[in-house]
């Protein structure tokens, strides 16, 4: 076949009114136009056969992973295949086997085979990894993280085989040529390592999801996940400002995220009051009288002040004999926590199935603080602060009611009625002499 093509190709040059004993060799650049010419007509026809044969075989299926895996990207780069291999396998017919162009032009094609192919497995890659996303397994995982890995990775190895090919020696020695320049090859790509490594333990350990809530105040984060990729994870925060953060930072720093309470239908509430403690004093009759009189109370001073009296008969003490400080007496401090739990356990919008508590803490200079411990019926942010403000609203409206006073430094207003009053006894007593 070679003899042929030469011969016309020499034909074609005398036409031209070229000699082709006197251009040597141009006859063989004649028939690689021609072959090259040839790929590029088969290139086309192979792309166009593709693109519409299969695009309407595609659609005409009903299952949809066969439109994300056969896009137009992929199917163009699929016909891409077809020159450099066809320039390759030809290249012979050209050139004869021992020239120096022959071999030349033959690494160049199988380097464009490798780019060719390269391509083709990017868009492979990100066909599969939007596949993926579409699956409701798979669509709160770090999807661009992944797949900036594996496409990464592919590149890698072409460029590997570019290199090998374009110099000659085997892939292998190529490999253990770039062991010893190893520690420079992991400082230039340091990130990426690092983000390949904690992107696998993020998605492995289920630590990390795109549209979690997470905060590290550390860093200024504190808002939703809107993407995790190789290098970076965006956050978008609550004030709209985006905040990026290496991934290795999840791993090797602490973060908080917020996805548990989300999943768990509540969200706590840890809340105290202060109490004045010189307001504290033991209940008179006229106060559990008063207080029976509540029906959230009602119950509990009875079977508590029964409990008292049977404690106090028993070790010898009757009622309105012994000081306060003899047995035991209820107190208005004791009966106002019994309420707060009573109170707590009938708002509609508490959640009645997760820890509800009221606790008194250390005391200090300030006043006894006095927690209310529970969870909201929603984790939705504006209603939960909707429902704290509902719920402390009226403990600090009922607090008087329980002979109690809440804790509160002077202010401004304070000094200067506090100043009028001694000012207005000072008068007085100037009067009174």
Same mark, same amino acid.
């Given at each position: 076949?070679?003899?042929?093509?030469?011969?016309?190709?020499?034909?074609?040059?005398?036409?031209?009114?070229?000699?082709?004993?006197?251009? %040597?060799?141009?006859?063989?650049?004649?028939?690689?136009? !021609?072959?090259?010419?040839?790929?590029?007509?088969?290139?086309?026809?192979?792309?166009?056969?593709?693109?519409?044969?299969?695009?309407?075989?595609?659609?005409?299926?009903?299952?949809?992973?066969?439109?994300?895996?056969?896009?137009?990207?992929?199917?163009?780069?699929?016909?891409?295949?077809?020159?450099?291999?066809?320039?390759?396998?030809?290249?012979?017919?050209?050139?004869?086997?021992?020239?120096?162009?022959?071999?030349?032009?033959?690494?160049?094609?199988?380097?464009?085979?490798?780019?060719?192919?390269?391509?083709?497995?990017?868009?492979?890659?990100?066909?599969?990894?939007?596949?993926?996303?579409?699956?409701?397994?798979?669509?709160?995982?770090?999807?661009?993280?992944?797949?900036?890995?594996?496409?990464?990775?592919?590149?890698?190895? %072409?460029?590997?085989?570019?290199?090998?090919?374009?110099? =000659?020696?085997?892939?292998?020695?190529?490999?253990?040529?770039?062991?010893?320049?190893?520690?420079?090859?992991?400082?230039?790509?340091?990130?990426?390592?690092? !983000?390949?490594?904690? %992107?696998?333990?993020?998605?492995?350990?289920?630590?990390?999801?795109?549209?979690?809530?997470?905060?590290?105040?550390?860093?200024?984060?504190?808002?939703?996940?809107?993407?995790?990729?190789?290098?970076?994870?965006?956050?978008?925060?609550?004030?709209?400002?985006?905040?990026?953060?290496?991934?290795?930072?999840?791993?090797?720093?602490?973060?908080?995220?917020?996805?548990?309470?989300?999943?768990?239908?509540?969200?706590?509430?840890?809340?105290?009051?202060?109490?004045?403690?010189?307001?504290?004093?033991?209940?008179?009759?006229?106060?559990?009288?008063?207080?029976?009189?509540?029906?959230?109370?009602?119950?509990?001073?009875?079977?508590?002040?029964?409990?008292?009296?049977?404690?106090?008969?028993?070790? =010898?003490?009757?009622?309105?004999?012994?000081?306060?400080?003899? !047995?035991?007496?209820?107190?208005?401090?004791?009966?106002?926590?019994?309420?707060?739990?009573?109170?707590?356990?009938?708002?509609?919008?508490?959640?009645?199935?997760?820890?509800?508590?009221?606790?008194?803490?250390?005391?200090?200079?300030?006043?006894?603080?006095?927690?209310?411990?529970?969870?909201?019926?929603?984790?939705?942010?504006?209603?939960?602060?909707?429902?704290?403000?509902?719920?402390?609203?009226?403990?600090?409206?009922?607090?008087?009611?329980?002979?109690?006073?809440?804790?509160?430094?002077?202010? !401004?207003?304070?000094?200067?009625?506090?100043? %009028?009053?001694?000012?207005?006894?000072?008068?007085?007593?100037?009067?009174?002499?």
């Amino acid at each position: 076949m070679q003899p042929l093509l030469k011969q016309w190709a020499d034909v074609l040059l005398s036409r031209l009114g070229l000699d082709p004993a006197r251009i %040597g060799g141009m006859d063989q650049w004649l028939v690689l136009f !021609g072959i090259v010419t040839v790929a590029l007509l088969c290139d086309r026809l192979v792309r166009v056969l593709l693109m519409r044969g299969v695009r309407r075989l595609v659609q005409r299926t009903k299952a949809t992973w066969d439109d994300l895996l056969l896009n137009d990207r992929v199917l163009s780069r699929l016909g891409h295949v077809v020159s450099p291999l066809l320039v390759y396998i030809l290249l012979p017919v050209a050139f004869p086997h021992d020239s120096d162009a022959l071999r030349i032009l033959s690494r160049l094609a199988q380097v464009g085979i490798v780019v060719v192919f390269l391509r083709l497995a990017i868009a492979v890659i990100g066909g599969v990894f939007d596949l993926a996303a579409n699956r409701p397994a798979w669509q709160d995982k770090p999807i661009k993280g992944l797949r900036q890995t594996a496409q990464g990775l592919a590149l890698l190895v %072409g460029a590997i085989l570019v290199i090998s090919i374009l110099l =000659g020696k085997s892939p292998v020695i190529l490999l253990t040529g770039l062991g010893a320049s190893a520690a420079v090859l992991m400082l230039v790509f340091k990130d990426s390592i690092l !983000g390949f490594v904690s %992107g696998i333990q993020l998605s492995a350990n289920d630590m990390l999801k795109v549209g979690d809530w997470i905060t590290m105040e550390r860093y200024g984060a504190n808002g939703y996940v809107e993407e995790v990729t190789l290098t970076t994870v965006k956050v978008r925060n609550f004030d709209n400002t985006m905040v990026t953060v290496p991934p290795y930072l999840l791993v090797s720093d602490s973060f908080q995220n917020w996805r548990a309470m989300q999943q768990s239908g509540g969200r706590r509430v840890k809340r105290s009051v202060r109490i004045d403690m010189t307001s504290i004093c033991f209940c008179t009759p006229e106060m559990l009288e008063r207080f029976r009189r509540s029906g959230l109370l009602k119950e509990y001073v009875d079977t508590k002040q029964a409990e008292i009296d049977r404690y106090n008969a028993r070790i =010898g003490l009757s009622d309105g004999v012994e000081l306060p400080i003899d !047995g035991r007496r209820q107190t208005n401090l004791g009966i106002f926590r019994a309420y707060l739990v009573r109170y707590l356990r009938n708002e509609p919008r508490v959640n009645r199935n997760m820890t509800l508590m009221v606790r008194q803490l250390q005391p200090t200079e300030t006043g006894l603080p006095m927690e209310l411990y529970f969870f909201t019926d929603t984790v939705d942010w504006v209603a939960y602060e909707g429902i704290q403000a509902d719920v402390f609203d009226h403990v600090l409206a009922v607090i008087p009611e329980f002979g109690l006073r809440v804790f509160q430094n002077p202010a !401004g207003a304070d000094l200067q009625m506090l100043g %009028g009053a001694a000012a207005q006894a000072l008068r007085d007593s100037d009067g009174g002499a």
